[in-house]
């Protein structure tokens, strides 16, 4: 097993490299640039070549890729151009991956709190109005975009209602102490529970904005995965033991319906992260999703290149710990 | 839910399933004072389908099975020995079909039961293996585990107290290495292995009832000898029934007391194992046994011998269902439905049950096609 990690983990550093390519060959083909985005379309072409050479964008392409890896072998991906100009572009995403863990943490809770009961039930009662109503619930889901749900929320709950905040992480009035940077996580530790609160409250709007997706995708492949087991000889030999709806339920079904469902939650975390662009920046919620939106609109290199390899890092790397989850569940997997 | 009465068209009594009231020494002495173990009374199951009328897979069974005795339900692939497994158990599927009739065990209707009081029961007071090992066991829980969920479940001890029972279990069902084996996944065992693990998980609490479904069909002949070997010694030691499903003559031959036969989803012949290998009576059963060229033959031959297939069956009103197969049919074949009838006419050896038999053309002790 540990070999295994070992060998996932170098090509995962492969993955990383070949990406990084790829996106420094696709940014770079982008029309506008940093250059525009900071100095307007009226500058001359003197202040522009200046600033170019400054920025090191004068240079061939290829050696702007071998200067950037080297650097960003060392942590260093330069400043930000655009989101915050001068701060080191690797300070902007750490400082705001926090808001993002912990948002996109809370999402999927939610998706696979809801999902996995629901799609169970919804599996043993089939045809229901249980079935039907959750199958209906999880169309929707999928079909709204992200975005318009995040404005609906936002405009329903928060604008008319008043019953959660309006935007970012925690209100103006608190003077809340910093940690870990995880908000909910510093109000537990500090037992400032009032600033905990406030953080939850500022969480559930975008959180349930961003699980929809997850939940309609985990929901329907629950049910699907539950159907089939159900059906298998093995769950009729547990019946013929007498064993308990409890024992039959957890050890017999879920047990054997968790391996797709394990993969499935998985590949949404990359759907999460896609879906955090959009909802981060309807809810300013300070997070990597929103410096995203922020520094591709003003094409802030350093901070879209650091963003990017990272979200890359992450996705490759969480399609590791489910592959070691789906082999701590199979033991076909593990013991080939 | 108990449909005792007979249809009123009926021209003559159907046979008694071996009741009580029938003197039979054999089993005198055991606890058959209060009847059989397990008594099985018009047991019909239907099932619905979308746009056609029901389908009858399981027609007005009935017989008996007492403490200790090994019944053979037997005939080809698709004449309901399955569904009527499964009715006895309550594991049908819980929608698109109906049961009908009595399955009392110990005296009580099974039929009658709540899920709950049935959940009770199974894997206690009445065990059951399936055919395929493989598919019938958790992939991906270990062995040993699934032998001692039993003993947890019904004797109420921990998993704790349970495991040296279950490593006590899997020997005694000739698994080597015990030890290792408990903590090992299905896919680590053989085909025979997996089988005796079934069997060990079938057995854990001593049931008084196993029921057996083709347990050996999916395995090598050479492991199926084994199996039925194993199968034979556990239920003599312990006394508990058998109720033996097979679509293997070899099978019956080797183990069973008393035979019923199936054909379309009605028992068509029911006699003790001696006298209906030594003179069957229908011809679906002489058939069967005319393609064993003795009662030594291997194991594991298919009873596959009678020519055509279940598909030429025609419905069972106003007709006899095997009548297209028959090789000795007269006109009342296609007319009259025969009724399971004691049959008198049938050489019976001194004290045993008496026969049943279905069929309106018999065949003629004497003349059997062998
Ligand atoms: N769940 C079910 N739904 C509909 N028909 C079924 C179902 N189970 C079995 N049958 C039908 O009942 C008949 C008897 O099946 P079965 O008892 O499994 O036969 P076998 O004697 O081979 O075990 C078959 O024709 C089969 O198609
Ligand atoms: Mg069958």
Redesign the interface.
């Known amino acids: 097993m540990a070999r295994y990690i070992v060998r996932r983990l170098i090509q995962m550093v492969g993955v990383v490299l070949v990406l990084s390519v790829l996106l420094f060959a696709w940014l770079r083909s982008l029309p506008g640039g940093p250059v525009s985005a900071l100095l307007g379309e009226r500058a001359t072409p003197e202040t522009r070549a200046a600033l170019e050479a400054e920025l090191g964008l004068d240079q061939p392409l290829w050696m702007q890729y071998v200067k950037f890896l080297s650097r960003a072998a060392s942590g260093n991906f330069g400043p930000s151009t655009g989101v915050l100009p001068g701060t080191d572009a690797l300070k902007i995403f750490l400082d705001r991956l926090p808001a993002t863990i912990e948002l996109s943490l809370f999402a999927m809770i939610i998706a696979v709190a809801l999902a996995i009961p629901l799609g169970y039930l919804a599996a043993r009662r089939r045809g229901s109005a249980l079935d039907t109503s959750s199958i209906v619930v999880s169309l929707i889901g999928v079909a709204v975009p992200v975005f318009f749900l995040a404005f609906l929320l936002k405009y329903v709950f928060a604008i008319e209602l008043h019953w959660l905040p309006v935007s970012g992480r925690q209100s103006g009035g608190l003077d809340a102490t910093r940690v870990t940077g995880f908000f909910v996580l510093d109000g537990l530790i500090t037992r400032e529970w009032d600033a905990a609160l406030d953080a939850l409250a500022h969480l559930v709007l975008p959180a349930v904005a961003l699980a929809t997706i997850p939940f309609a995708v985990i929901f329907r492949i629950t049910r699907a995965s539950v159907l089939e087991v159900l059906d298998?000889?093995?769950v009729?030999?547990?019946?013929?033991?007498?064993?308990?709806n409890r024992?039959i339920r957890g050890?017999?079904v879920l047990?054997?319906a968790m391996?797709p469902v394990v993969t499935t939650i998985g590949l949404q975390i990359g759907a999460l992260l896609a879906g955090a662009v959009l909802t981060e920046r309807v809810f300013s919620f300070g997070g990597i999703g929103e410096a995203l939106a922020l520094s591709f609109e003003q094409r802030d290199y350093a901070v879209l290149q650091v963003l990017i390899l990272a979200a890359a890092a992450i996705y490759v790397l969480v399609n590791l710990i489910v592959d070691v989850l789906y082999a701590v569940?199979?033991?076909?997997v593990r013991?080939r | 839910m108990s449909t005792a009465a007979s249809p009123p068209d009926r021209r003559h009594p159907t046979a008694p399933a071996d009741g009580p009231a029938v003197h039979d020494p054999a089993a005198a002495g055991r606890s058959d004072a209060t009847g059989p173990l397990l008594s099985v009374r018009n047991l019909t199951v239907r099932f619905r389908r979308q746009g056609e009328e029901d389908f009858v897979a399981v027609d007005d069974v009935s017989f008996d099975v007492r403490a200790g005795q090994t019944v053979g339900l037997v005939g080809e692939s698709g004449c309901g020995k399955s569904v009527t497994s499964l009715a006895i158990m309550g594991l049908l599927p819980k929608r698109g079909n109906t049961v009908t009739g009595r399955v009392d065990f110990e005296g009580i209707d099974l039929l009658s039961l709540s899920p709950r009081q049935l959940r009770d029961r199974r894997g206690r007071d009445i065990a059951m293996i399936f055919q395929d090992p493989l598919s019938s066991l958790n992939p991906v829980v270990p062995i040993g585990v699934q032998v001692s969920e039993v003993i947890e479940r019904h004797v109420g001890l921990s998993r704790a107290k349970a495991r040296p029972q279950a490593r006590e279990l899997l020997s005694k069902v000739g698994i080597p290495d015990p030890d290792r084996r408990l903590s090992e996944y299905p896919h680590q065992l053989s085909g025979g292995m997996r089988q005796r693990a079934l069997i060990a998980m079938a057995l854990a609490c001593r049931p008084r009832l196993l029921i057996a479904d083709e347990p050996t069909t999916a395995l090598d002949v050479t492991i199926q000898a084994q199996i039925l070997a194993l199968l034979k010694e556990l239920v003599q030691d312990s006394g508990t029934a058998l109720v033996m499903i097979t679509h293997d003559l070899g099978v019956v031959a080797g183990l069973c007391d008393r035979v019923n036969v199936l054909y379309g989803g009605r028992i068509v012949e029911r006699a003790d194992r001696h006298e209906l290998f030594a003179t069957p009576r229908h011809p679906y059963t002489n058939g069967l046994l005319a393609s064993i060229p003795r009662l030594d033959a291997p194991r594991g031959q298919r009873l596959s011998p009678v020519p055509g297939s279940v598909a030429d069956n025609i419905p069972w009103d106003h007709a006899c269902a095997f009548a297209p197969r028959c090789d000795r049919p007269v006109a009342a074949c296609r007319e009259v439905t025969p009724e399971l009838v004691t049959d008198e006419a049938a050489p019976s050896a001194p004290g045993g049950l008496p026969r049943a038999l279905r069929c309106h053309h018999p065949v003629e002790p004497g003349q059997e096609s062998r």
Not at chain 1, 329 to 332: G, L, M
């Open positions: 298998e000889d093995y009729r030999t547990a019946e013929a033991k007498g064993l308990t024992v050890r017999h047990r054997n391996l569940i199979d033991p076909r013991t």
